[in-house]
C-alpha cells in the first residue's frame, strides 16, 4: 500500500484528502456495477480514514448485507467504526461477531478484551466458533445429534453394556460347553449368531429412538422459535409510536434511506448516460467512415473553414442572425432563445437544417443556403419576424437620438418630478428607469413599450419644464470650494 502514515499523520488535511480521492475512485468503481463484499469494505474503509463515519456504515451495511455469515473481516471492520463512533454495544457486537467466524481473529479478541468483555467469556466465544467450525460439513440431522450427545448421551450407550456383556457371557458358555462336552461346534456358531442378531436389534432400536428424539427436540425448538418470533411481531404491529420524537426518528431514517436510494439511481443514470456517449461516438465515427468511403470529402476541417469564411463573408447584422433563428424555429428546428448569437445550439440547428436538405452540414451559411433559408420560411415565420420588428422599432427609434449622458440624466430628473420615482439620477436607463419610462407612457395613453421617440422626449421635456431649468441652474452654478 506504499507509505503507512504515523499516528502524528493520519489527522492531517493532507492525509485526509487522500483517503477522500481513494473513497471517490471506489465510488465509480462500485457504480459501474461491481459489487462485492470486499469492495465495500475497502470503499468504507477509505471513508472512514476520511472522516465519514455515516458513509462508512453505510458502506458496510452493504458488505454484511452481501457476505453476513462468512466474512469475518467484514464485521473486524465494523466493530472498529462502531469504536470510533463510540457504540460501545454495537462494537462488542460487531467484535463478538467477527470472533465466531473466525475463532483466531485475535484482533477481535483484543477489541472484545478492550471493551470490557471478560476473558472467560471472550474464551466461550472461541470455544463456540470453533465447535461450530468442527461441524461445518454436517448434515442438520447430525447436527442436533452431536449436540445431543454432547449435552445428554443416549440410552443406546447405556444399554451397550449389559447387551455386550450378554454376548461375552453366551460366547463363553459356547467356548466351555464346546471343551467340556464336546458336542458339534454348530452349538457355538448358533449361539454367537443369535447374540449378534440380539445386539443389532437393540442398536437399531436404539438409534432409531435417537434420531426420532433429536427429531422431536428440534421441531420443539422450531415450533417455540416460530411462536416467539409471532408474539414479537404483534407486540410490534400493536404498540404505537412512543412520542412525536420517535416518529420523526422513524421519518428521518426512512428519508435518508430513500436520498441514499435515489444517490445510487443517480449514479447509476450516470453510467447509462455515459454508456450512450460512448455508443452515439462510435456511431458517429463509423457514419464519417461510411461517408468517406463513399468518396465524400474527407477533410472536414477544411470543409468547415471554406463555410466559415463563406458565412464571415455575409457580414449578419443581430438583427439578420435574429431572423435566422427564428425561420429555424418556424421549420421545426428549435432554438429555445431568439438571442442574435450563433452559439453552440444554432450551429446544432443550422446542421439540422442543412442535413435534411441533403448540402454538406458545417453549421455555417453561404448565401445560397441563407436565400433558400429565407425562401423556406412560412407565412408564420414571416408573422413572427414582423413582431420581432414591431419589438425593436421603438428601441431603434431611441437609440437613433443619440441620447448623450447628461441627456438621460434629465430624462431621470423630469420623471422624479412628474411622480414616477427614481432614487438616484445616474444616467443609465435600467430595468427601473424602463418601468418608470412604461408608467408615464401608460398614464399619457401612450404604448409601453419602455424606450422614448422623439415626440415622446419632446412632451415629457415640456411637461417637466420648471423641473428641468432647476435642475439646469443648479449644475451651472459653481461649486463651492
Known amino acids: 500500500m506504499g507509505h503507512v502514515p504515523s499516528r502524528a499523520e493520519e489527522n492531517t488535511p493532507r492525509y485526509r484528502r487522500h483517503w477522500q480521492r481513494v473513497a471517490r475512485r471506489y465510488q465509480r468503481y462500485l457504480a459501474e456495477g461491481n459489487w462485492s463484499a470486499e469492495n465495500w469494505v475497502r470503499y468504507g474503509h477509505a471513508l472512514k480514514e476520511s472522516g465519514q463515519l455515516d458513509f462508512a456504515a453505510h458502506a458496510y451495511a452493504m458488505a454484511l448485507s452481501l457476505e453476513a455469515d462468512s466474512s469475518s473481516d467484514t464485521h473486524l471492520q465494523a466493530g472498529h467504526l462502531h469504536e470510533v463512533q463510540g457504540d460501545t454495544q454495537k462494537a462488542v457486537q460487531s467484535y463478538k461477531s467477527a470472533l465466531k467466524l473466525n475463532p483466531e481473529n485475535l484482533d477481535a479478541a483484543n477489541g472484545l478484551r478492550v471493551l470490557g468483555v471478560s476473558n472467560e467469556e471472550v474464551t466461550s466465544i472461541i470455544e463456540g466458533g470453533k465447535e461450530d467450525r468442527h461441524n461445518i460439513g454436517l448434515h442438520p440431522a447430525d447436527r442436533v445429534l452431536v449436540a445431543t450427545f454432547k449435552n445428554d448421551p443416549p440410552i443406546m450407550r447405556r444399554k451397550w ?234 428601441e431603434w427609434a431611441e437609440a437613433a437620438l443619440n441620447l448623450s449622458e447628461q441627456d438621460r440624466k434629465r430624462v431621470q430628473v423630469a420623471l422624479n418630478s412628474l411622480g414616477h420615482e427614481m432614487p438616484t439620477v445616474t444616467g443609465y436607463f435600467g430595468p427601473r428607469t424602463r418601468a418608470m419610462i412604461k408608467a408615464w407612457q401608460k398614464a399619457q395613453g401612450l404604448p409601453e413599450t419602455g424606450y422614448l421617440t422623439e415626440a415622446q422626449l419632446a412632451a415629457l421635456r415640456q411637461q417637466a419644464a420648471p423641473a428641468l431649468a432647476k435642475y439646469d441652474q443648479a449644475q451651472t452654478k459653481p461649486k463651492e470650494n
Not at 416460530?226 to 428521518?252: D, F, I, M, N, Y
Not at 431514517?253 to 462510435?282: F, I, N, P, V, Y
Not at 457580414?315 to 427564428?326: G, I, M, N, P, T
Open 161 to 394: 453394556g449389559p447387551v455386550l456383556a450378554a454376548v461375552i457371557i453366551v460366547l463363553c458358555l459356547a467356548w466351555g460347553a464346546t471343551s467340556l462336552i464336546g458336542p458339534p461346534l454348530e452349538i457355538a456358531e448358533d449361539a454367537y449368531r443369535s447374540a449378534l442378531a440380539e445386539v443389532q436389534r437393540l442398536t437399531g432400536v436404539e438409534n432409531v429412538e435417537a434420531e426420532a428424539a433429536a427429531r422431536k427436540a428440534a421441531e420443539e425448538k422450531a415450533r417455540v422459535e416460530a411462536a416467539a418470533r409471532k408474539a414479537v411481531e404483534g407486540k410490534a404491529l400493536a404498540v404505537p409510536p412512543k412520542s412525536a420524537r420517535e416518529k420523526a426518528l422513524t421519518e428521518a431514517a426512512a428519508r435518508r434511506s430513500a436520498e441514499e436510494k435515489a444517490s445510487m439511481e443517480e449514479a447509476a443514470r450516470r453510467a447509462a448516460e455515459q454508456k450512450l456517449a460512448a455508443e452515439d461516438a462510435r456511431l458517429k465515427a463509423e457514419e464519417e467512415a461510411r461517408k468517406a468511403a463513399e468518396g465524400k470529402p474527407k477533410s472536414a476541417a477544411e470543409l468547415r473553414e471554406q463555410a466559415e469564411k463563406a458565412e464571415a463573408a455575409l457580414a449578419l447584422s443581430v438583427q439578420d442572425r435574429e431572423k435566422v433563428q427564428v425561420t429555424l424555429n418556424s421549420l421545426g428546428h428549435e432554438i429555445p432563445t431568439v438571442t442574435g448569437h450563433f452559439g453552440l445550439r444554432t450551429r446544432a440547428m443550422i446542421t439540422a437544417w442543412q442535413k435534411k436538405q441533403g448540402l454538406p452540414e458545417t453549421g455555417y451559411l453561404d448565401a445560397s443556403q441563407l436565400a433558400a433559408l429565407r425562401e423556406q420560411a412560412t407565412p408564420a415565420k414571416r408573422a413572427d419576424e414582423a413582431k420581432l420588428d414591431a419589438r425593436q422599432q421603438p
